[in-house]
């Protein structure tokens, strides 16, 4: 299944551990989505995709419909999304999302976690180009009524890079921008979206020793801990 899976197989294991700070990220997936087009899911495809991620994280019903109403109020604040990249220790390249709605502190506190852990903080378009940006969509493999190479086949227009089955349904990953396409082919399909969303995958990685492992990670999980940043992507090999 190549490098992007090895890849994706690895981080998996580590992202969005801790169950409140995913539902503090949903929350603010769900105020963007709600700021952006409305509050109803049917006419606003970015929240249905927020709503079926909310699903999955087993967050209750309560808390969406909470956090969906509450971003619907004028003086909640709208969060901004912001890239920012630099290089870890050893060469390590990483590109870090968040959604602030304080762009001088985000700014502040990502620089610090860099230079307290002898990293790099880097200027726009320093490492991004290292990174393919991605779209994922897990599926109800029932819903599908061909097998996975007819299924491929189907959806080959749409650019996608990789189809493939496994205990938990069936994964479809493509370029970013055909999110949108693959979303409304899946449901005029009645092709039951699980989860989805996007990631940036390095197009090559470094392998480390234990120890220069370990420095990266103390990096990792420094801007992983801030409450504004939303995804952590970095080109070490796992």
């Known amino acids: 299944m190549g490098r992007a899976f090895e890849f994706r197989k690895a981080r998996k294991m580590k992202r969005w551990s801790a169950m409140a700070k995913t539902f503090t990220r949903i929350g603010k997936d769900i105020v963007m989505a709600v700021k952006e087009g409305g509050p109803n899911p049917e006419t606003n495809s970015r929240l249905r995709a927020v709503m079926q991620n909310a699903k999955a994280a087993n967050m209750p019903k309560d808390n969406v419909e909470r956090a969906i109403k509450k971003a619907t109020d004028k003086d909640t604040a709208n969060y901004k999304e912001v890239l920012f990249e630099g290089y870890a220790p050893h060469g390590i390249a990483i590109v870090v999302e968040t959604a602030t709605d304080n762009n001088n502190r985000t700014v502040a506190n990502v620089r610090a976690a860099f230079n307290k852990c002898n990293g790099t903080f880097g200027t726009s378009g320093s490492v991004i180009f290292m990174f393919d940006h991605t779209c994922n969509f897990r599926v109800k493999a029932e819903d599908i009524k ?85 995804n952590v992507y970095h080109s070490m090999e796992m």
């Open 146 to 230: 061909m097998d996975l190479e007819e299924f491929e086949l189907e959806v080959i227009d749409f650019d996608v890079e990789e189809v493939f089955a496994d205990e938990d349904g069936v994964m479809i990953y493509a370029p970013f921008e055909k999110f949108g396409a693959i979303q409304k082919y899946l449901e005029e399909n009645e092709i039951e979206i699980v989860s989805s969303g996007f990631e940036r995958i390095p197009t090559t990685t470094k392998k480390l020793s234990e120890e220069e492992q370990a420095d990266v990670e103390k990096l990792l999980e420094k801007l992983e801990d801030d409450d504004d940043v939303q």
